[in-house]
């Protein structure tokens, strides 16, 4: 085989190539290997040294009385919860959060009621089941109306199914006195 002028291009450019992919990834990507490897040895020899964890111990009650000092309110808890509770079982059982509007507070004696209004889109089936475990969840509430609505998507071609949920929560006054 000759060598003649398109061959030694050919050859010259795979080495140019081989060096510039070193230069520009392969160097990078070794460097930051041996970074991981030295900090991850570190953190293997400091795991079991008593004096880090009386530290890390120290640090953590720290925060913790710091973040007490910034309690959130329990509406707002309460909503996070509900809020999480939703999207757990929406995936459990494939159904999607469409809305969820802000509570609606009505007080009346010594109750303050929150009213949590949230859509749903997905089966009929699923969101019975995501409706009944909230039901069974004496914390979160009892369910005070519920309405399903069938629409069509008239770009595909299709129906689906929302359903329309509010969840009440009732609350004394006398408890936040």
């Known amino acids: 085989m000759k060598l003649?002028?398109?061959n030694k291009i050919l050859i010259f450019g795979f080495?140019?190539?081989?060096?510039?992919?070193?230069?520009?990834?392969?160097s990078n990507t070794i460097e930051y290997y041996h970074q991981y490897k030295s900090q991850k040895e570190l953190i293997d020899a400091n795991l079991n040294d008593p004096a880090i964890m009386q530290q890390l111990i120290a640090k953590e009650k720290?925060?913790?009385?710091?973040l007490g000092q910034y309690s959130t309110a329990d509406k707002e808890s309460f909503q996070n919860?509900?809020?999480?509770?939703?999207?757990?079982?929406?995936?459990?059982?494939n159904i999607k959060?469409?809305?969820?509007?802000e509570p609606?507070?009505?007080?009346d004696?010594?109750?303050k009621s929150y009213s949590y209004s949230f859509s749903l889109e997905g089966s009929f089936n699923g969101m019975l089941l995501l409706v009944n475990n909230l039901e069974n969840n004496a914390s979160?509430?009892?369910?005070?109306?519920?309405?399903?609505?069938?629409?069509?998507?008239?770009?595909?071609?299709?129906d689906y199914l929302t359903g329309e949920i509010i969840l009440q929560k009732n609350q004394s006054l006398k408890d936040n006195n």
Do not use: E, M, P
């Open 109 to 111: 004696k010594n109750i």
């Open 104 to 107: 609606h507070v009505y007080t």
């Open 4 to 6: 003649n002028r398109k």
């Open 81 to 93: 919860d509900l809020l999480k509770q939703l999207s757990v079982l929406s995936n459990k059982y």
């Open 62 to 66: 720290q925060l913790t009385k710091i």
């Open 140 to 158: 979160l509430g009892y369910i005070k109306h519920i309405a399903f609505i069938k629409k069509k998507n008239y770009k595909t071609n299709s």
């Open 97 to 101: 959060i469409v809305d969820f509007k």
């Open 15 to 26: 080495f140019i190539t081989l060096y510039l992919c070193y230069a520009f990834a392969f």
